[in-house]
T-cell receptor, first 113, second 116 residues
Framework: SQQGEEDPQALSIQEGENATMNCSYKTSINNLQWYRQNSGRGLVHLIL?????REKHSGRLRVTLDTSKKSSSLLITASRAADTASYFC?????????????FGSGTRLQVQP | GAVVSQHPSRVICKSGTSVKIECRSL??????MFWYRQFPKQSLMLMATSNEGSKATYEQGVEKDKFLINHASLTLSTLTVTSAHPEDSSFYICSGTSGGLTDTQYFGPGTRLTVL
């Protein structure tokens, strides 16, 4: 079952603005990952942050993780129209050897040119 | 990053027929592969986990006799939807992991199944 909830469900911004998406989860994790999905396409891995990390950067992406609050955020700076997509957080667990990811509900981002 | 392919990308079939979807890891050995299903405007839901050479582990509510999974090699896993019905129409996505320390899963481009 899904354990991640994402907020907001949909976000519309102008090109050049920053976009912030939040993800909350329920149980303990080993890592949290963010993925991007263009409509009707597969998933593209964006960034992985481990449970002992608090912040990670990759280009225009900044991810934070607060394990005490069981939440993470994805910030896309200086957004572009090409950033329009759905963004999912996914949590990884290693309990009982289960290695599948549990996906959040996703945020649909629309960047207006 | 590592590449995973899926074939076919789209398939339309009649109700009652079976459809096989292939998932291949092209440049790494996928010790574990996962199959997900995604309905329109929804998130990915895990269907099953397969390890090379062993039986797949299915999630609760997923019929193992309907969704046959075979992971015969470290680079190939197949999902067969047997006796497909319109409610099986969905986007099926596979992913693979080499089991390294990064725990990163690499996803295929997905297969759009439409059952008439």
């Amino acid at each position: 079952s899904q354990q991640g909830e994402e907020d907001p469900q949909a976000l519309s911004i102008q090109e050049g603005e920053n976009a912030t998406m939040n993800c909350s989860y329920k149980t303990s994790i080993n890592n949290l990952q963010w993925y991007r999905q263009n409509s009707g396409r597969g998933l593209v891995h964006l960034i992985l942050i481990r449970s002992n990390e608090r912040e990670k950067h990759s280009g225009r992406l900044r991810v934070t993780l607060d394990t005490s609050k069981k939440s993470s955020s994805l910030l896309i700076t200086a957004s572009r129209a090409a950033d329009t997509a759905s963004y999912f957080c996914a949590t990884g667990h290693m309990d009982t050897g289960r290695r599948a990811l549990t996906f959040g509900s996703g945020t649909r981002l629309q960047v207006q040119p | 990053g590592a590449v995973v392919s899926q074939h076919p990308s789209r398939v339309i079939c009649k109700s009652g027929t079976s459809v096989k979807i292939e998932c291949r890891s092209l440049d790494f050995q996928a010790t574990t592969m996962f199959w997900y299903r995604q309905f329109p405007k929804q998130s990915l839901m895990l269907m099953a986990t397969s390890n090379e050479g062993s039986k797949a582990t299915y999630e609760q509510g997923v019929e193992k006799d309907k969704f046959l999974i075979n992971h015969a090699s470290l680079t190939l896993s197949t999902l067969t939807v047997t006796s497909a019905h319109p409610e099986d129409s969905s986007f099926y996505i596979c992913s693979g992991t080499s089991g390294g320390l990064t725990d990163t899963q690499y996803f295929g481009p997905g297969t759009r199944l439409t059952v008439l």
